[in-house]
């Protein structure tokens, strides 16, 4: 019998931001989500399960969720990948840690971009992405599928809120609609991770969440 995923998730850098290492025991084929920070952090941890990232993916380029990434990705020898929505965003990065009293060299080059419905991974270490604009214009969330299955929602939608669009790029009314018309249509049990924050479902933010209400 087939082991289970290994699903890890884990906050790093000063803004808490999740990432999760989403691994195949029996292959040692990975992803990772998020990796914006600490990275020494983020490859003691695929080391200590023998697991190795195919590529290196990111729900948005705001800097704590891609700023360390080039490290990684450099230790790994694992591309980096994000919609293209958010290119500008990912080639600003020195001045979006200036705003935060940080200094961020660029990133490395991209190994390639996101697109809605994409399959990315390997075997069961992998993911369908939603494109989800809003809180950024390429913002996205990943789907694995299984028997619960489970959302990576980045900054789109958190336990009880959704991310902030007062940043560049941001759209209010395009993150509500994003949320109700491909988040919430979602199964109800299915799992939400956020990008910061404590995990949810769709099921309890239809019902509860105060700024969008299915």
Same mark, same amino acid.
């Given at each position: 019998?087939?082991?289970?995923?290994?699903?890890?998730? @884990?906050? +790093?850098?000063? #803004?808490?931001?999740?990432?999760?290492?989403?691994?195949?025991? /029996?292959?040692?084929?990975?992803?990772? =989500?998020?990796?914006?920070?600490?990275?020494?952090? +983020?490859?003691?941890?695929?080391?200590?399960?023998?697991?190795?990232?195919?590529?290196? =993916?990111?729900?948005?380029?705001? !800097?704590?969720?891609?700023?360390?990434?080039?490290?990684?990705?450099?230790?790994?020898?694992?591309?980096?990948?994000?919609?293209?929505?958010?290119?500008?965003?990912?080639?600003?990065?020195?001045?979006?840690?200036?705003?935060?009293?940080?200094?961020?060299?660029?990133?490395?080059?991209?190994?390639? @971009?996101?697109? /809605?419905?994409? +399959?990315?991974?390997?075997?069961?270490?992998?993911?369908?992405?939603?494109?989800?604009?809003?809180?950024?214009?390429?913002?996205?969330? !990943?789907? #694995?599928?299984?028997?619960?299955?489970? #959302?990576?929602?980045?900054?789109?939608? !958190?336990?009880?809120?959704?991310?902030?669009? /007062?940043?560049?790029?941001?759209?209010?009314?395009?993150?509500?609609?994003? =949320?109700?018309?491909?988040?919430?249509?979602?199964?109800?049990?299915?799992?939400?991770?956020?990008?910061?924050?404590?995990?949810?479902?769709?099921?309890?933010?239809?019902?509860?969440?105060? !700024?969008?209400?299915?």
């Amino acid at each position: 019998m087939p082991s289970d995923l290994h699903i890890e998730t @884990f906050p +790093v850098g000063m #803004l808490g931001c999740n990432c999760t290492i989403i691994g195949d025991p /029996d292959t040692g084929d990975a992803l990772v =989500i998020d990796p914006g920070d600490e990275p020494d952090e +983020v490859c003691a941890r695929l080391d200590a399960r023998g697991l190795h990232p195919t590529a290196l =993916i990111h729900t948005h380029a705001h !800097f704590d969720h891609i700023g360390r990434s080039s490290a990684v990705s450099m230790r790994t020898g694992s591309g980096m990948h994000l919609h293209e929505g958010d290119l500008f965003l990912y080639e600003n990065l020195a001045t979006q840690a200036e705003w935060f009293g940080l200094t961020l060299p660029p990133g490395l080059p991209l190994a390639g @971009f996101l697109k /809605d419905a994409d +399959v990315i991974g390997r075997g069961r270490a992998s993911v369908e992405v939603v494109h989800t604009p809003g809180h950024t214009p390429g913002s996205v969330c !990943f789907r #694995l599928a299984g028997p619960v299955p489970l #959302l990576f929602s980045g900054d789109t939608l !958190f336990a009880g809120g959704i991310g902030r669009t /007062d940043l560049w790029g941001g759209d209010g009314r395009l993150i509500v609609r994003s =949320i109700r018309e491909r988040l919430y249509t979602l199964s109800p049990d299915t799992r939400v991770i956020p990008g910061h924050g404590p995990e949810t479902t769709i099921d309890e933010e239809r019902a509860t969440n105060p !700024f969008v209400q299915s």
